[in-house]
Nanobody, 121 residues
Framework: QVQLVESGGGLVQAGESLRLSCAAS????????MGWYRQAPGKQRELVAT???????NHADFVKGRFTISRNNARNTVYLQMNSLKPEDTAVYFC???????????????WGQGTQVTVSS
């Protein structure tokens, strides 16, 4: 069994910063990809950023230069540092992990429960 626990969301004003964290725990053999997606009301879920076990990153164009993804492999934790937040960044942010559970050969995708980020103008 695998659990993802997110933290760090909240209400901030435009221009301020937040840092999201997501820790994976449980029966995990290895984690290949960790990332963040977001979903605003009435919109589809969209990719924000991902990072591989080798620290290769991919950031969506709309966050480049403002958001930075990082991870601590020893702690199975992924972070999203969000700077210069804008009202349009308001959404529920979901942690995403692709991992191989112990005693299994295949990889599976897991999602966190989501954390609300609200940016006021």
């Amino acid at each position: 069994q695998v659990q993802l626990v997110e933290s760090g969301g909240g209400l901030v004003q435009a221009g301020e910063s937040l840092r999201l964290s997501c820790a994976a725990s449980g029966s995990i053999a290895s984690i290949s990809v960790m990332g963040w997606y977001r979903q605003a009301p009435g919109k589809q879920r969209e990719l924000v950023a991902t990072i591989t076990s080798g620290a290769s990153t991919n950031h969506a164009d709309f966050v480049k230069g403002r958001f930075t993804i990082s991870r601590n492999n020893a702690r199975n934790t992924v972070y999203l540092q969000m700077n210069s937040l804008k009202p349009e960044d308001t959404a529920v942010y979901f942690c995403y992990v692709r991992l191989r559970p112990r005693y299994r050969w295949d990889e599976y995708d897991y999602w966190g429960q989501g954390t609300q980020v609200t940016v006021s103008s």
